[in-house]
RNA sequence: GCCACCAUGGCUUAGCGGUAUAGCACCUCAUUGGUAAUGAGGAGGUCGCGAGUUCAAUUCUCGCUGGUGGCUCCA
């Protein structure tokens, strides 16, 4: 007999070779809806048998680890489907993901139409309702399962250790190489939905075969998965690809290029705003602007490093004509240039791809002291960088931007107290615009790479520095190796987006090796030169990157402070036209951005079209407004307020927006939205 | 860069081997209307670009450009 404790802390005894199913079945009852088991506290299934006395207690689908399970479990399904619908798809592998699961497989490319017939058989399956059974086999057995399929016995060969087996999971005449825990039968796996078709790389390698990658969900009800499909519903509709065309934010156009965003007035709205806001920081601690050029000599970045390192991700060198034609007359090859040109043989100008060489550059056209640290330079510079064209998507993967960059000059006594400075303007701006959802990263350098340039004790106290300013933060951090830039260490500022993706926006980086390789100095103190330490800094990351993610955040229903029209003022009649010019008028007065339609359309039609372009504030006009110099608000959401005093509402409006508010708040909500 | 899919007036979209729908937006006229579409009329497209097949191509084939979903990459 054995002791198994539950999870109320009752102790049953039973006949050893109980199951997990029996247990909790005979503690719960029939319908206890798990789907499999921790065993002192290790994921098992329910067939387990157990041998000893232990604890036991039951996963439900609903929990963390139960829909990790389940989507495990689909992933199976999916493969079975696929292979008995395909019988030459060969299975490679299929994981639980966070939003669902995917299987990839080698196999002759399916389109999405196809997915249809897929899921279907997978709930055909679901339907029949296989048991799920679980096989332990030795090394020469399990190979023996899988030796038609090159990728299962790759697996097999990498993970196993020689000699050793593993286990197989079995449904109906299928199986599949696995670990485990599984449902116990199929029939839990009814609600499945296929989303995607896409590729990927056998074992993430480029340089492998490309196989066919199925994406689904699963949810354990039907209910659940409704809900799931219509939050990605929802979410495809804060989309700043389309919110930025519906909105008229910003234009892509093919014929100027790929990834090159074009501000449209009304998008440069908010971008100005927000550089306003960051600007007004950067005096407060006592940063310094400055301007430089969008091109640098490439001796520039032979210097930086920044051109032997990243010449594949580089807008093409600029070679002056003359020069070009020498070449040309010579019979010089385009490969020839190009050695010539790393060689450092010929010169030529590249479009810059980082901020930091120029601001060196500036440090160092004068003698400094100690006296002049830190000095602190900042510039709403635009890079341009060549990213690979099927990695360009909207505003937040771009070859051009610009970042809120800055450089910060300083002794090494002052790092941290610098750090902790751009950390803290970090917080200021996430705060005021509710971007809570974010993690800290502290990007080390990957002890086991060479891409990282200096000297490793420099790199130490970088590193040092910037764990304990992280520590300092009073947020949740996590160290990352391998994420280091490869002139310094990092600190990363990761905003999870209401899809749940994630973006790298404000970052701080401690860097050693420019102040090396430009040789810079300054004089201490004690008479002697010292070489200072840069700090590299971009609370935003970039404004296109970042208004992108803000479009999401705000699903385009911006703060007052931040929308590009704020009023849109709205005549009954064309009686009230004059009123509305005076309203209009007194706004702008007070720098306010309003836009009015006395046009003959009827009320109605009029906020229906406007409610599209998300003011902050409707203003309705009419006989009762103009009579006693009052104005109706409509508020985003269908709130109204009436006859509120022309002058107390100019008021209330500029209060709201210099406080920046986070919503707009004149209009008390009433009822639940009906947005 | 790789794989798959997609590309029709400003936007959304129908369609097909014989140069093309419809709605919104736009313009004109009438309407003076109180919080999610007043009515009538009008104008607007060499169907992304280039080549090929064909008597004929927006429709089929190939190439290019751009987009979407992924992979790889991201100073």
Known sequence: MINVTLPDGTINEYAEGITCAEVITDALGRKHGCLAAFVDGVEKDMSTKLSSSCSVEGILS???????????????????????????????????????????FKMDPITEADLKAIQKKMQFLAKQNAVVERIELNEEDLKSHFEHNPYKLEIINDKLEDGAGSTIYKQGEWYDLCLGPHVPNLSRLMFVKLTSVSSAYWRGDQEREQLVRIYGLVEPTKDALQATLKNIEEAKKRDHRKLGKDLQLFHIDEEVGQGLILWTPRGSIIRQELQDFISFHLRRQGYSQVFTPHVGKLDLYRTSGHFPYYQESQYPPLVEKDLMRKLADEGCSCSELANLMKSGDIDGYMLKPMNCPHHVKIYSSQARSYRDLPLRLAEFGTVYRWEQSGEISGMTRVRGFTQDDAHLFVTEEQIAEEVLGCIELVQIIFDKLGMTDYRVRVGLRDPDSDKYVGQSEGWDK???????????????????????????????????????????????????????????LYKG?????????????????????????????????????????QCHIITISEKHKQYAQEVADLLKEKEIRVLVDDGDDTIGKKIRTHRKMQPAYMVILGEGEAENRTVSLRA????????????????????????????????????????
């Open 62 to 104: 609903v929990s963390e680890e139960g829909i990790h399970i389940l989507r495990h479990s689909a992933a199976h399904l999916l493969a079975q489907a696929v292979t008995e619908l395909y019988p030459g798809a060969l299975p490679t592998i299929g994981p639980a993901i966070e939003r669902g699961f995917y299987y990839d």
């Open 462 to 520: 970088a590193e040092d520095a910037c764990r304990s300013a992280a520590q300092s933060l009073g947020v949740e951090w996590t160290e990352e190796e391998g994420e280091a830039a490869f002139y310094g260490p990092k600190i990363d500022f990761v905003v999870r987006d209401v899809i749940g993706r994630e973006w790298q926006l404000g970052t701080v980086q401690v860097d050693y090796n420019l102040p090396e390789r430009f040789d810079l």
């Open 525 to 565: 103190n004690d008479g002697e030169m010292h070489r200072p330490v840069m700090i590299h800094r971009a609370p935003f990351g970039s404004m296109e990157r970042f208004v992108g993610v803000l479009i999401e955040h705000f699903a385009g229903k911006f703060p007052t402070w931040l929308t590009p029209t």
């Open 636 to 675: 985003r959401n269908g709130d109204q307020v009436s006859d509120l005093p022309l002058d107390q509402f100019v008021d209330d409006l500029m209060t709201e927006i210099s406080n920046k508010e986070p919503q707009p708040c004149l209009v008390p909500s009433q009822q639940q939205s009906e947005d």
